[in-house]
């Protein structure tokens, strides 16, 4: 079996934001000894920034993005040598990489991380991912290590994967409210109610929380990986993660139905710049006959997107029903809205290519 382990920042901190050795210690002997019983697997690693701030002996986690990428460059080498020094305790050697957005929807980049990791477990090497925070060209965005493993495990072709949190999985209410919350077992499909379970992050260095384990196990779900959501403090919990043992935490089902990298990436990891409308026939062609959204099925339009900006679809009713790239900025879009293609005077005169269309999970 092939599993991807992903491990956030308060998992493997202390309250003081120093390293933990004692749960790295425990993460490192569970992936030994799963290993040993013949699986192979990849860990997806927060807390960079973390290592990078008590490194640094600094208290308050800075706002700006250039210190944040600064903090994460110094914080990658404490990171792995703590990685680096417990894997040898273990017998394992350990192999770096860092990922960036681009990795899974360029095709090039995405054949080449994948070729990356592969050759790292074929020669017994444990990878270690993370995202490349140092040169990133966008802000550190909330979740972004939850839903980075989940596309690994898409990149991978993954069996399973198993996002290790401080909560023994998904419950029925926030503990820190409602101490009658109880463990949600198994779920079959993400929804917006259940997603609406899902809190913040608890605390300051953490900058995850159970909303994005949900959408990285719904990404998961979508490209056909089992997920598993549960405490990283639980005793054998990868281990009985992979036997599917009861109450070790929550399991979601992976779909028959699969996407692409690329579309995975445009329905769940990009954020939205606005949302265009559109007419009941315009949304049948899309749903049906595979069409790209032109201009004229467009109603209404909002947000101050620009060309090449992931947006919503709606109907008349105001339900989203897709996502896609746009190739027209939100005035350009407004100005064509109900036109025919010879009425408008634009190069442009696609919204919405199909090949960027995705439609979304009802």
């Known amino acids: 079996m092939i599993v991807v382990v992903k491990v956030g920042t308060s998992s493997i901190t202390t309250d003081g934001g120093q390293l933990n050795a004692a749960a790295m210690t425990k993460l490192m002997t569970e992936i030994a000894t799963v290993r040993a019983q013949g699986h192979e697997v990849v860990l997806v690693s927060s807390a960079a920034i973390a290592a990078g701030m008590a490194h640094l002996e600094l208290a308050e986690r800075p706002k700006e993005f250039s210190k944040l990428q600064a903090l994460s460059a110094v914080g990658q080498i404490q990171l792995m040598k703590a990685y680096d020094s417990l894997a040898h305790d273990a017998g394992m050697r350990i192999g770096q990489v860092l990922v960036a957005p681009p990795d899974f929807f360029d095709r090039v980049r995405y054949l080449r991380a994948r070729s990356c990791i592969e050759e790292q477990l074929a020669l017994g090497v444990l990878p270690v991912v993370n995202e490349n925070d140092a040169v990133a060209d966008d802000a550190i965005r909330f979740g972004d290590n939850d839903r980075i493993a989940s596309l690994v495990a898409h990149l991978i072709r993954a069996d399973l994967l198993v996002l290790l949190t401080d909560t023994e999985g998904v419950l029925t209410a926030d503990p820190r409210e409602d101490e009658s919350a109880s463990l949600i077992e198994e779920i079959a499909t993400i929804d917006k109610e259940l997603e609406a379970l899902a809190g913040g992050s608890a605390t300051t260095m953490s900058q995850g929380g159970m909303a994005s384990k949900l959408s990285a196990a719904k990404i998961a779900s979508w490209s056909g990986v089992e997920s598993v959501i549960a405490a990283a403090h639980r005793e054998n919990v990868l281990v009985d993660a992979i036997n599917a043992e009861v109450r070790v935490g929550t399991r979601i089902r992976a779909r028959e139905a699969q996407m692409t990298a690329r579309k995975l990436w445009i329905a769940f990891a990009l954020g939205n710049a ?19 959204l032109l201009p004229i099925g467009i109603s209404a339009v909002s947000g101050a997107f620009v060309a090449g900006d992931a947006v919503e679809i709606a109907g008349a009713d105001g339900v989203t029903f897709a996502k896609g790239l746009t190739q027209m900025a939100a005035a350009e879009v407004s100005e064509a809205a109900g036109k025919h293609s010879d009425e408008i005077e634009a190069d442009v005169k696609i919204t919405v290519h199909r090949d960027d269309l995705v439609l979304l999970p009802s």
């Open 274 to 292: 606005g949302v265009v409308t559109v007419d009941d026939g315009a949304r049948q062609a899309l749903i049906r006959g595979g069409s790209s």
